[in-house]
């Protein structure tokens, strides 16, 4: 199995450490060694296209150190400063206070006068059709692509007359848009949406359904963020108190079911080829359990 080790409000975090991975344990595994190493920091710089500092970017990383605290947005200078860091090259969030747009790049910890280049920003509005009751069906507008596998850049929800808007998106690119319905009735999908375009028009129709329970040696695991994804897809859902996930809103076709939970037992696991349609999925997060 794997372990990780976080420092929480001990002095080993006073004095600046980040925890670490131990893989490859045996589950029967005692008197266990864990290296600590020291946390690393970025400093730097947000600008727009035009080279001027911008206020209010807030960059975070995607997987941040349990008991870090979020950075604080860039000042009137543009200038940032992100601490609690593994040392090493990761993904982060940029995101700009005021707009909803959330893109991601890859930074090398430590590092200083780091300069992070934000592009003009564009939005997105239309309607969603086929259905008398939009009210609540998630847009979402997806970004490149990772491991084969379709990512969520942002989402948004319709309003009861079925109208939605995107904002902050970068210009120049086609972006493409998903529907999910809260009920599982439905789902849409569109391409090649230019930043700027104002009456798109996103066409629903019947979905499906995959369900599950997500466990750790049988007992049920609660909140645990569960991503089902294609190449053309990307959904989310949490596991209720008694371990239970349902994704709704399909289209047909297979997905990878991820796995994650991060605040007790800190493991992940992920199954392949899943159809639309199926029930009863048990994900087991305990290595030693599956």
């Known amino acids: ?27 029967d595994a005692t008197d266990v060694e864990v290296p600590l190493v020291l946390q690393a920091v970025i400093e730097g710089t947000a ?28 000042d009137d200078q543009g200038h940032f400063h992100i601490h609690g ?7 982060f969030y940029v995101r700009r206070e005021g707009m909803q747009h959330l ?19 564009g939005t997105i509005a239309g309607r969603v059709t086929g259905t008398d009751d939009p009210n609540g069906i998630l847009i979402v507008c997806l970004g490149d692509a990772r491991d084969g596998q379709a990512q969520a850049l942002l989402a948004v929800s319709c309003a009861a007359d079925g ?7 970068p210009r120049g690119r086609a972006w493409t848009l998903l ?9 849409g999908r569109i391409e090649g949406v230019e930043a700027g375009a104002s009456d798109v028009k996103l066409a629903l129709r019947d979905g499906q359904v995959i369900a ?13 963020a569960v991503h089902i994804t294609s190449p053309t897809w990307h959904g989310y859902v949490a596991t209720a108190n008694d371990g239970t996930f349902r994704s709704t ?7 990878r079911v991820h796995v994650s939970e991060r605040s007790t037992y800190l493991a992940e696991h992920e199954v392949e080829g899943v159809s639309a349609g199926t029930q009863g999925l048990v994900i087991e997060l305990a290595p030693g359990a599956r």
Do not use: C
Request: no cysteine; proline share 11%.
């Open 85 to 91: 860091l593994l040392p090493g090259t990761q993904r």
């Open 47 to 74: 600008v727009d296209e035009n080279g001027k500092p911008l206020a209010g970017v807030r960059i975070f990383p995607v997987e941040s150190l349990p008991g870090v605290l979020p950075p604080a947005p860039s």
């Open 103 to 121: 893109a991601t790049m890859e930074l090398k910890a430590p590092a200083v006068g780091v300069r992070v280049v934000l592009d003009s920003l």
């Open 163 to 169: 109208s939605f808007r995107i904002e902050g998106l």
């Open 249 to 255: 809103g399909l289209p047909p076709g297979f997905y």
């Open 212 to 224: 599950g329970r997500v466990t750790w040696e049988g007992r049920p695991v609660r909140f645990a």
């Open 1 to 27: 199995m794997d372990v990780r080790a976080a420092v929480l409000g001990s002095r080993a975090a006073e004095l600046g450490y980040a925890g670490a991975w131990v893989r490859g344990l045996p589950s």
């Open 179 to 187: 529907a999910s319905s809260p009920t599982g009735a439905h789902w």
